[in-house]
């Protein structure tokens, strides 16, 4: 299962442009790297995020010292890992009086954030602010990012493919692009790039059902030509013509406006045509899957609903209705769905 991540600059501002970009798309690799989480996609934008992230369990048994290390290696300097090192050694040495427990002492000084959805977002969100804050002509203080991150848990398949989906399409509704493939700030666009941990992190998002490793060479053999039927399903192609007075086939998305006459013509929308509109129930749904996965994590946590409520899954209104009967959502949304 997934998260679906979203947050946004504080006031809406439009501040990342490109270096911006490429500065958080690295802190989140390295991120990855030290807490052992997978980003199973992303789309990156002027003033906010969206991003897929798996949480594994930490091993049974803990992490090695020497993974440990190398962990550390992605976020600190060489003398910090020099030192964790020493550290470890003198706890495991034969004047250790206990050496499990003082060498376990080391390790939970670093692994506490290490497969923890919070302490991802945490240490991402801490160290890109840092380097905004610092780098700026007028050098600022203070937090850049609005409120809290959002969260909603999401099960492979059908939920993990939608939602990923709807993220990649993002630029496309916003309009700076007509083909999802030209946004190099998304894990599609990245993924056609050649970028090896977007395919493989997409790898998961789609193969994640059957237990799947994060492996890029599925990319291109069997995972994206399936990805992007799910991508292009709702977008059409329309002629339009050019200052030079030649017709041009463009691909269109979208607006929403359009999905309302459409649906209004036809009565629905397809499953494609819904991921080219806003859905709340991805950001604000708390949880989405299939009608038993969403039941069962009510079944778990009954204590954070009200006594009256007897079921979790909520069928999905609105725009959202295509997926209805085949994603569920935790939370039955009320308005701007």
Not at 164 to 192: C, F, H, Q, T
Request: charged fraction near 30%; proline fraction near 4%.
């Amino acid at each position: 299962m997934f998260y679906n991540c979203t947050s946004r600059v504080v006031d809406r501002r439009r501040v990342l442009g490109k270096v911006e970009k490429m500065k958080f798309l690295e802190l989140m690799r390295m991120t990855e790297q030290f807490t052992g989480c997978v980003v199973g996609s992303f789309s990156l934008m002027t003033n906010h995020f969206h991003m897929m992230l798996e949480v594994p369990r930490m091993p049974e048994g803990g992490i090695s010292d020497a993974e440990l290390l190398k962990r550390l290696g992605v976020l600190y300097p060489q003398m910090v890992v020099d030192g964790v090192a020493r550290e470890l050694e003198e706890a495991r040495g034969p004047e250790s009086v206990d050496p499990q427990r003082s060498a376990a002492a080391v390790h939970e000084r670093f692994t506490y954030r290490m497969h923890n959805l919070g302490e991802f977002m945490k240490c991402l969100l801490q160290r890109f602010t840092q380097w905004f804050n610092r780098t700026r002509k007028r050098p600022r203080t203070g937090t850049l990012w609005g409120r809290r991150f959002h969260s909603t848990l999401v099960e492979d398949g059908t939920g993990s493919k939608a939602v990923a989906a709807y993220g990649d399409l993002n630029p496309v509704r916003a309009a700076i692009v007509k083909e999802p493939a030209d946004y190099p700030w998304s894990s599609y666009g990245a993924a056609m790039n050649g970028d090896k941990e977007a395919q493989a992190g997409l790898v998961r998002v789609m193969r994640g059902k059957e237990a799947a490793a994060a492996d890029p060479d599925l990319w291109g053999k069997e995972v994206a030509a399936e990805y992007r039927r799910i991508l292009m399903e709702g977008v059409v192609e329309v002629f339009v013509d050019t200052p030079s007075g030649e017709r041009k086939r463009v691909r269109k998305g979208m607006t929403k406006e359009e999905a309302e006459r459409e649906k209004k013509k036809s009565g629905t929308l397809s499953l494609g045509r819904m991921l080219l509109c806003r859905v709340r129930y991805f950001m604000d749904g708390l949880v989405i899957g299939c009608r038993e996965f969403v039941d069962e994590a009510h079944a778990n946590k009954p204590e954070c609903f009200g006594a009256k409520r007897k079921t979790g899954a909520r069928m999905l209104r609105g725009v959202a209705a295509p997926a209805a009967g085949v994603i569920w959502s935790m939370r039955d949304l009320k308005k701007g769905i």
